[in-house]
């Protein structure tokens, strides 16, 4: 059974471009949680979808961020017009329920 | 919201020695208590979980106590190996509280000392 996946692994975006990141969850989870990282801290809660449903974003910053779980494909986090503090390693959870999460190996996103 | 502190920030112990990691927690209604294991560059790996309906939990040589009085929940690692060596977190939500997503904790690196 694969687990979290997510591409890309590293991603460099100069400012005010548009980063998108993907996240498939491992089989038979219906549940995705959206975590960000800087470095030397802890992790970050942002946002938990279920399919086509958005649950709880109220870690996601209000502007220029947005996630999407369709019906069929991987959940999306989208960051419009990148600044230089969205530079993080972004990292997606999936769950079978609202429970254990397991993460994915996390996109590493550098803005220039 | 909820507010997890953990401590120590950084752990060295001796190969063959016990480590522990302690974690308090501000939200009673808090009721699942997780610690992850990540490694450079990689994400985190579930080693670990508890529910406020037990004091404590073992597997192998991992366990985790919580104390929900006070609380603080830990986790023992014994006989520790060069393997062990990595940084760990723990974190805490409400299960069944409509926003599950987990409060961390900032971390402890742990060094294992050959």
């Known amino acids: 059974n694969a687990g979290v996946m997510q591409n890309p692994r590293h991603l460099v975006r100069r400012r005010g471009q548009e980063a998108r990141l993907r996240c498939s969850p491992m089989?038979?989870?219906?549940?995705v949680y959206w975590y960000r990282q800087l470095p030397e801290e802890g992790l970050k809660f942002m946002v938990y979808?279920?399919?086509?449903?958005?649950?709880?974003e109220s870690g996601m910053p209000k502007e220029r961020f947005s996630a999407e779980f369709p019906k069929e494909g991987p959940s999306i986090l989208r960051i419009q017009q990148v600044v230089r503090g969205d530079s993080a390693a972004y990292f997606c959870?999936?769950?079978?329920?609202?429970?254990?999460?397991?993460f994915g190996p996390g996109t590493r996103l550098l803005v220039l | 919201g909820e507010n997890v502190e953990q401590h120590p920030s950084t752990l060295s112990v001796q190969e063959g020695d016990s480590a522990v990691i302690k974690c308090t927690y501000s939200?009673?209604?808090?009721?699942?208590f997780p610690w992850y294991k990540q490694e450079l560059g990689k994400g985190p790996q579930l080693i670990i979980d508890?529910?406020?309906?037990?004091g404590e939990k073992k597997d192998q040589r991992i366990a985790v106590t919580l104390n929900k009085t006070a609380k603080h929940f830990s986790l023992h690692i014994t006989e520790t190996q060069p393997e062990d060596s990595a940084v760990y977190f723990c974190?805490?939500?409400?299960?069944?509280?409509?926003?599950?997503?987990?409060?961390f904790g900032k971390g402890t690196h742990l060094i294992i000392q050959p």
């Open positions: 959870a999936s769950s079978p329920q609202s429970y254990e999460q397991y």
């Open positions: 089989k038979g989870h219906s549940h």
């Open positions: 979808l279920q399919k086509e449903n958005i649950i709880d």
């Open positions: 939200d009673s209604a808090s009721n699942y």
């Open positions: 508890i529910r406020s309906n037990v």
């Open positions: 974190a805490a939500n409400t299960l069944g509280g409509g926003a599950d997503g987990l409060t």
